[in-house]
């Protein structure tokens, strides 16, 4: 057990004083209360990745630092942190800085680090300071050293080593390295807590009484808002949120799910566009919850709202659509990796109609993985697979969480009278026997729509993900043809999968974020709209980028021993991004789209080999392509994408 002398403490306290005034930072006890233990919490930093507390399990050692902009015990603490890293790079310790202060954001803690020299430190932004409140922060530089195996506290004060002179005697007071060499070969630690001489950082919610938040008024009505359509009965969610009772019950999940950033299942940042169906929390609204969480989830007076505004699940959430398609049943082993299924059912309309929604309802939740569809001429004979180079339009999709499908005001997908729509279905066992029989529904606009709803997939097959490697990077990118209007942009990997971005690269040199994901769920998939339409302009480059976390602390990796290619199955890997668009200069009166679909996708296999964006592929970026025939069996470019080339078929593995 690591403890501090009675000589070296008492030198420390003789001169705190002049630490402070100095600028320097004090050993005295700290005044204001520390957390004894470190919640879990989920943070971005200043480069837009995504940082969780209890990923780092494993660790001998973590140090969270908290961070000032214009502070300069912040800049010598964040020097110190890259020094630190540096030292304990072979022991597996990890270091973070946390900025807590009101109003700042990811761009300026970025400007600071590139200018001051400490770019390669990860900042994380804490926007509602809620992670700062917990751990009893108060001013910049000051270090928290975390045991991962309890998740407790066993330091609280400066970062950097103090050398304390007292007359002729010197004495080296470095609490941070004592506890690191203590907690990196299975020593313990006593706790001890002092002050740090940083700049202040106003936390305006710390002295408040949150025991005051109403539920009836302030909690109840997020709840409703942003819970309860998954939080009820028939919803997906795993229990319903109908009475204050069971909100009490989960309280503690519910404040660990928020801090975590795993709930609403709702991932763009809120930062990057503006989205239908946005179900994200506000900023005021996590701190509403959270913090009345903290208090006790007190039930103050009024009556609860919750018994009459949350109502059960409607079967169709779009109301009874025009045409209901039940595919044929599919029986689904207990174990064992189910090869895809292509069912057809035949179209049994008898004039031509334009698709303006439409939702998929599995037969079996725990096993339909995803279903894909499209429209086909012919209807399969004999029993033959319904397979996707026939499809020529697509009737919808669904994937874990997805929501009815509505395409844009005045925009749709033609199904002629006949043929058939064909499926694309995954199914994955659970441990249990199981049948599927999945349903369609299907909503027509009563006069056919101005506009051609088409759709593409930005894909790369080249990659290979390492072994144990927890942050590989790819990039691909398509170049956009003519004028288009983007509507749609759906993110698609697999468990590896743990971030994705989409940037549109103008002709003009600018450069846009379309959608940004510094954390990726494989368990909510679902598509992104724009409120508002984006005009994508001529000679754009639509960048994609996944990053993967093939490693061991990826809990919801199937093997991290294994080198993982592009595969169907989920444990394998896709580097999949749908866009859904129209061309500008296209109506349903002047069909163009086909010849422009097939311009776009001839920059695809370029887009994928391409990796440093320079717009050639070099002999090195060209040996990719091994991965690229391996995936796909040489049938180039368009197998690549799960669209036909008309771009009507939208889809994901």
Not at 438 to 462: C, H, M, N, Q, W
Not at 521 to 536: A, C, G, H, L, S
Not at 580 to 586: A, G, M, P, T
Request: proline share 6%; aromatic share 10%; net charge negative.
């Amino acid at each position: 057990m690591i403890r501090y002398s009675t000589t070296a403490l008492a030198l420390v306290l003789a001169v705190s004083a002049a630490a402070c005034s100095a600028g320097g930072a004090s050993l005295a006890p700290a005044s204001v209360e520390v957390a004894q233990t470190a919640d879990d919490f989920r943070l971005v930093d200043q480069n837009r990745d995504s940082w969780r507390l209890r990923y780092f399990t494993d660790a001998p050692a973590i140090v969270l630092v908290s961070h000032v902009l214009g502070d300069s015990v912040s800049t010598a603490s964040a020097k110190a942190v890259a020094d630190l890293q540096t030292a304990y790079a072979d022991k597996g310790v990890e270091f973070v800085m946390i900025n807590s202060s009101p109003g700042v954001t990811r761009e300026q803690v970025a400007e600071e680090a590139r200018t001051k020299g400490y770019e390669n430190v990860r900042v994380l932004v804490d926007e509602q300071q809620l992670v700062g409140e917990g751990l009893g922060v108060t001013r910049g530089g000051e270090a928290f050293v975390v045991n991962p195996k309890t998740w407790s506290v066993v330091y609280h004060g400066p970062l950097d080593d103090r050398f304390i002179e007292n007359g002729s005697k010197t004495a080296k007071v470095q609490p941070v390295r004592d506890a690191l060499e203590a907690l990196t070969t299975g020593g313990e630690v006593e706790f001890a807590s002092y002050e740090a001489g940083g700049g202040a950082i106003d936390f305006p919610a710390r002295g408040e009484d949150h025991a005051a938040i109403s539920y009836v008024n302030d909690v109840a009505p997020i709840l409703i808002d942003k819970c309860a359509s998954c939080h009820t009965d028939g919803g997906i969610a795993p229990f319903a949120m109908t009475s204050y009772e069971i909100v009490k019950g989960f309280s503690p999940m519910i404040r660990e799910t928020i801090r975590t950033d795993r709930m609403p299942p709702f991932f763009a940042d809120s930062h990057t566009g503006n989205w239908k169906h946005d179900a994200s929390l506000s900023g005021d609204q996590i701190k509403t919850l959270v913090h009345w969480i903290e208090a006790g989830a007190p039930r103050g007076e009024g009556e609860d709202p919750l018994p009459d505004a949350v109502k059960p699940a409607p079967e169709w959430p779009l109301g009874k659509p025009d045409l209901v398609l039940t595919l044929p049943k599919f029986d689904v082993p207990a174990a064992g990796v189910v090869d895809y299924q292509y069912p057809a059912v035949a179209n049994p309309l008898t004039q031509t109609r334009w698709l303006r929604a439409s939702t998929i309802i599995p037969g079996s939740r725990t096993t339909v993985h995803h279903v894909l569809s499209g429209y086909m001429k012919d209807m399969p004979k004999g029993g033959a697979p319904a397979i996707q180079t026939a499809w020529r339009g697509s009737m919808g999709s669904y994937t874990p969480g997805a929501e009815a499908q509505v395409l844009p005001e005045n925009s749709g997908v033609e199904l002629p009278a006949g043929g058939a729509i064909g499926f694309q279905m995954h199914y994955t066992t659970s441990g249990k026997a199981e049948a599927d029989a999945t349903r369609i529904g299907l909503y027509f606009y009563d006069k056919p729509p101005e506009f051609i709803k088409r759709s593409t997939v930005i894909a790369d097959a080249s990659f290979a993900l390492e072994p144990g490697k927890a942050d590989q990077r790819e990039i691909a990118y398509m170049t956009v043809p003519h004028d288009m209007q983007l509507y749609t942009v759906y993110p698609h990997a697999h468990y590896r999968g743990v971030q994705a971005s989409l940037e549109a690269y103008y002709p003009d040199g600018s450069r846009e974020l379309i959608l940004d994901l510094p954390r990726y769920d494989f368990n909510w998939q679902r598509d992104y709209d724009f409120v508002e339409p984006k005009t994508i302009p001529a000679g754009t480059r639509m960048v994609a980028r996944f990053t993967y976390d093939n490693s061991k602390r990826n809990l919801a990796n199937p093997d991290p021993t294994k080198r993982v290619t592009w595969g169907d199955q989920t444990f394998e890997e896709m580097f999949y991004m749908r866009m859904n668009y129209r061309w500008l200069e296209e109506t349903r009166e002047n069909q163009v789209g086909e010849k422009y679909d097939a311009e776009m996708m001839k920059s695809l296999m370029k887009g994928m080999l391409d990796d440093d964006l320079d717009g050639k592929v070099s002999p090195a970026e060209s040996l990719k392509m091994a991965n690229v025939m391996k995936a796909f069996g040489g049938a180039l470019p368009s197998a690549v994408s799960d669209e036909d080339q008309s771009g009507g078929a939208g889809g994901v593995n």
